[in-house]
């Protein structure tokens, strides 16, 4: 039999308060004065808290108190929807001018080499492959390709391929399976275009790539109250990368008012 989830071991309420300081919450004591952040300051100390952190987690009588506690939480909350639902729907329709539509939304999170969809992904390559098919692209082993004979050394037909082929989407097969999701990155699993159409550093320094997120950047011209937070990465191969990300940046003019970047630094 389960031991009852016991209420005398846990300490008093501090009297700490969460104050709003431009849009992130700060732990303030009763005063308003924001208290110092302090972090583990070992590794010791901070495998320490990770581990009661972890068994905290781990506690059967927690976890069934937090599970009813969040089915009792949605009760209420499907009680409110039921006797407030009119006068909620009374107090929108007076404050027309505000809704989803028109209020500011900002994507964030999102991967730079994955913000376009696949219909737009398909129809650069396309595009491209119509107007550069003679224009060399790739190098491999000293060997320089054009874009035709790219295609060709895959043993792709650009004219014949189709979404499926292109195989970017990420289906319910990639669920905690990031190898699955990171070959998605790569269209009809060639590392060789997600080189040319993914990378900011390749033999036509990354035009391609500017390209996709220009088209991505216009289709959010469209929508006046839409922003996105793009993340590109940086791995700490060579000295001058973060050099070469700031050329490609500046000589492709892939800036936007709707959109901020992130820089990042994979723990790969």
Known sequence: MKEALSLDSIPEDLPHVLSLQDGVFTLA????SPLPFICPTSHTEYSRDMKNLLEII????????CNQRLKMLVSRFHLHQLANEKKEFIDLQEASHSDFYNVAKVD????????MNQHSLLRFIHHTYAIDRDREVHQSQGQTFTLGQLFQRLDLDP??????????????????????FNAKYNPVGASELRRLYLKTNNHINGEYFAGLIKEYADSMDDASNQFAELRISIYGNSPDEWNQLAAWFFDQRVCSPKIRWMVQVPRI
Do not use: K, M, W
């Not at 319910?172 to 990031?178: A, I, M, P, S």
């Open 159 to 180: 004219d014949h391929l189709d979404i499926d082929a292109l195989n970017v989407h990420a289906d319910r097969e990639t669920f905690q399976r990031f190898d699955r």
């Open 29 to 32: 004591d009763p005063s308003g």
């Open 58 to 65: 781990a506690d059967g009588p927690l976890r069934t108190y």
């Open 108 to 115: 964030t999170h999102i991967h730079a080499a994955a913000c």
